[in-house]
């Protein structure tokens, strides 16, 4: 929607009209002259509050997006894994490896980013029967990215197939010798890379030269979480879950990713997920009556307000993250918030 255009000349650009505060100071207009005008017409579309109008012009919200950003949902902004260059490949290949039984060597990075990235990738292949070879380097003595030697110690293993995740991107040599070792290669990374990309099935990174994903602010957990998005639907076209392997629920690691979108927006979406979830798992259980399902969501109500309490508190706890966690998995909202309790 086009901003009307508003001629302000005439206004006073001073805020509330206060010229000199009792400090001796002129209160400015945050907002431009358009600014104004896109909180003028968000108040009037949407029928809210003048303040909140301006905090959202304030943030760079256009008036067509005000309702996915006041209502965040899984669907609005969770992408396409397929708008990243590469992925359809890496999707069908690490689910060739799946459903062949292949012995796959995930390479990670000693950082947060690559431990959890490689942690969410195994865990996932450890669901489908698998039983990957994680290997987080040395930062002394192998440093960063793929080596040859770790390279060669897989091919001795009888690795088929090498993740490497937050990182080889650069790591042309190393690559080419797992090829030349007969290990295929997948690369998920979101680093710089050259205009010479390495010879793999796939390279999956939004920060390649050419791919138009727009995705380039992802954390490497972030974007392995869309590779196991797009995986789940290769393996779901092939029929390979059943009543004896059940397709793991994604959602339940959402909270690990969401620290990539974006602060306390990416947050307050986690907890958004965790209503959703909570409110899904207690329909799943049908030996609970109508009014314990009210009461579970009663239950989760007040773990909610006790997160939003914790986290207007900075600095926020680590535990705080991992209570969540252990709630998005257990569905246990009563002895979560306890615990919660229990830190303060």
């Known amino acids: 929607m086009a901003v009307p255009a508003v001629s302000l000349k005439n206004l006073d650009r001073h805020f509330l009209g206060v010229e000199r505060s009792l400090t001796g100071r002129a209160w400015r207009e945050r907002l431009d002259e358009r600014g104004s005008a896109r909180a003028l017409a968000i108040a009037q579309r949407y029928g809210l509050d003048e303040l909140l109008a301006r905090v959202l012009a304030g943030r760079n919200v256009d008036v067509d997006q005000v309702d996915s950003f006041l209502d965040p949902t899984i669907k609005r902004l969770m992408p396409d894994p397929y708008t990243l260059t590469?992925?359809?490949?890496?999707?069908?290949?690490?689910a060739d490896a799946i459903t062949r039984g292949e012995l796959i060597a995930i390479f990670g990075d000693y950082d947060v980013d690559g431990a959890t990235a490689s942690a969410l990738l195994s865990r996932y292949l450890r669901h489908c029967g698998l039983d990957p070879i994680v290997h987080i380097p040395d930062r002394i003595f192998e440093g960063y990215?793929?080596?040859?030697?770790?390279?060669?110690?897989?091919?001795?293993?009888?690795?088929?197939?090498?993740?490497?995740?937050?990182?080889?991107?650069?790591?042309?040599?190393?690559?080419?010798?797992?090829?030349?070792?007969?290990?295929?290669?997948?690369?998920?990374d979101h680093h710089q890379g050259d205009e010479k990309l390495p010879d793999a099935v796939a390279v999956v990174d939004p920060n390649r030269p050419d791919d138009l994903s727009a995705l380039g602010h992802l954390a490497a957990v972030g974007l392995v979480f869309l590779t196991l998005v797009a995986v789940a639907r290769e393996l779901r076209r092939r029929n390979f879950w059943s009543d004896l392997r059940p397709e793991l629920d994604l959602l339940s690691h959402w909270t690990s990713v969401v620290a990539t979108l974006g602060g306390g927006r990416a947050f307050n979406f986690s907890l958004r997920v965790?209503?959703?979830?909570?409110?899904?798992?207690?329909?799943?259980l049908h030996a609970?009556?109508?009014?314990?399902?009210?009461?579970?969501?009663?239950?989760?109500?007040?773990?909610?307000?006790?997160?939003?309490?914790?986290?207007?508190?900075?600095?926020?706890?680590?535990a705080v993250f991992a209570f969540f966690a252990r709630f998005l998995e257990q569905h246990d909202p009563k002895r979560v918030t306890a615990g919660l309790l229990g830190m303060r």
């Open 86 to 94: 590469d992925m359809e490949a890496a999707a069908t290949r690490i």
């Open 288 to 318: 609970l009556d109508d009014d314990r399902q009210r009461e579970y969501v009663a239950e989760l109500d007040e773990l909610v307000s006790v997160l939003a309490y914790l986290i207007t508190r900075p600095p926020i706890p680590v």
């Open 274 to 284: 965790a209503r959703e979830q909570a409110w899904s798992a207690a329909e799943r």
């Open 145 to 188: 990215g793929p080596n040859v030697d770790a390279i060669r110690s897989f091919a001795e293993r009888g690795v088929k197939l090498l993740v490497t995740v937050d990182c080889g991107v650069t790591s042309l040599e190393p690559l080419a010798e797992a090829k030349r070792l007969g290990v295929e290669t997948v690369v998920i």
